[in-house]
């Protein structure tokens, strides 16, 4: 039997956080896509840097905030993604090492610099995202153990991660050492441009039934299905993966698995303050329900809590003791 000894193993993204307030005229003069994420350049990234306002430094990463909430509520997780050797990759490095995550990929000194994402806050809370993906999109399949695979619960692919060759099949190496270990392979959209680059690449992992659980949220489903509305795009995906997860901002989130579905609504917040890593957090929650074998709703729940956690802050990583928020799910 094989031990496993990580309940999530993430493969994603190693980007250091840099978030800033700013009102909707800088987005408006920048040209920026508000609410969402859009790649630049490493000139961009220096220019943008410093036409912002004072910033925070803080490790991030979609997949990588995934296993930061996941080891905060006490289970094992482990990292996969690339660094370069550089200032950057340390800080990266030690923060991630630091929560109990297991991170082993080692840097890289001809790779560029370490990504990272400036992350612009507008009064309404929400996060409108610029990334200079750097060392991150090098990632190769030798970075890839599939002992490491065949170890863990969960396989956690991060759908940002997904527009790169070398880290496209870094993530195939991944999976079939999943499929061959018997580890369930969960896969997030991560934003509307992944889904509408690769669409019929991701339909194709459906249909392969390479994904177990899908992770989308309300738009990513509707574009993924090609349907208007969320309940149309639900029935179109939902017999294509064992477990499907759609998020639903302020409206809650549902999932559907094997013809059972499940509601929650969101959590009460004390006050909205940065929208960053809420399905981040909400992916970690939801996974830590899974690796303990909760109901499908408990899961969901958990997820709820964790979202509603770190919106309630600055910053894609938790900050309250989410063990004691998850109370008696995760007894």
Not at 141 to 161: F, M, S
Not at 282 to 297: D, Y
């Amino acid at each position: 039997m094989t031990d496993r000894r990580l309940d999530v193993l993430a493969i994603g993204n190693a980007i250091v956080d840099v978030i800033a307030d700013a009102d909707d005229a800088f987005i408006a003069r920048e040209g920026m896509p508000k609410g969402a994420m859009r790649l630049i350049d490493e000139a961009e990234a220096v220019r943008l840097y410093e036409a912002m306002g004072p910033g925070r430094e803080a490790s991030g990463g979609s997949a990588a905030n995934t296993v930061a909430g996941v080891a905060s509520l006490g289970l094992k997780a482990a990292f996969i993604g690339q660094l370069a050797d550089d200032q950057l990759g340390a800080i990266f490095e030690h923060d991630i090492r630091s929560l109990g995550v297991e991170f082993d990929t080692k840097a890289k000194s001809d790779v560029g610099a370490t990504a990272r994402c400036l992350i612009l806050v507008t009064p309404d809370a929400q996060r409108t995202m610029n990334t200079f993906l750097g060392a991150a999109q090098r990632l190769g399949p030798d970075a890839v153990d599939p002992a490491q695979v065949a170890a863990a619960r969960i396989l956690y692919l991060e759908g940002y991660l997904w527009d790169p060759e070398e880290p496209r099949q870094a993530m195939y190496k991944a999976m079939d050492a999943a499929r061959e270990a018997g580890t369930k392979v969960a896969f997030t959209l991560s934003d509307g441009f992944v889904v509408d680059r690769h669409r019929a690449d991701l339909m194709r992992l459906l249909d392969e039934r390479r994904i177990d659980i899908l992770f989308a949220n309300q738009v990513e489903a509707e574009s993924l299905a090609e349907q208007s509305d969320v309940e149309s795009a639900v029935a179109a995906l939902k017999d294509k993966v064992e477990t499907l997860v759609v998020t639903r901002h302020e409206h809650g989130a549902l999932a559907v698995r094997s013809g059972e579905r499940a509601d929650v609504p969101a959590e009460r917040i004390e006050k909205l303050v940065d929208t960053t890593g809420a399905g981040d957090l909400f992916a970690g929650g939801f996974l830590a329900g899974e690796a303990r074998g909760l109901p499908l709703r408990q899961s969901l729940k958990l997820g709820a809590i964790c979202a509603a956690e770190v919106i309630q802050h600055y910053g894609a990583r938790p900050e309250a003791d989410l063990r004691a928020l998850a109370g008696d799910l995760l007894a």
